[in-house]
């Protein structure tokens, strides 16, 4: 089992490696806006790709344009160092997404 991230390992987290990244309802959580379906599709697939590789799969929503992206490591039950990991995988793959903007991020 990972250990869960401290409070202040966590502020850490979001301010220095995920700073596109928000807390909520104890999971990380980001909104991507793509310029078109087909691009946020194929951002979830690349993302899907990832998340395969290092066996840790995200909640993720899709609505329009927008795709959503929760993280939380289930088995610990609650916020680790994979968690952040994964999001900064995540927001290397979104920086590739043309035109790509964030929803209250």
Known sequence: M???LSAEELDEALRSTVPSWRVEDGMLVRSITAPSFAEGIRLVDEV?????????HPDIDIRWTTVTIRLATHS??????????LAAAIDRL?????????EGG
């Open 2 to 4: 990972r250990d869960l």
């Open 48 to 56: 899907a790709a990832v998340a395969d590789q290092i066996d840790h």
């Open 76 to 85: 610990a039950g609650g916020l680790t160092e994979m968690d952040v990991q």
């Open 94 to 102: 979104a920086a590739g997404v043309s035109e790509v903007g964030d």
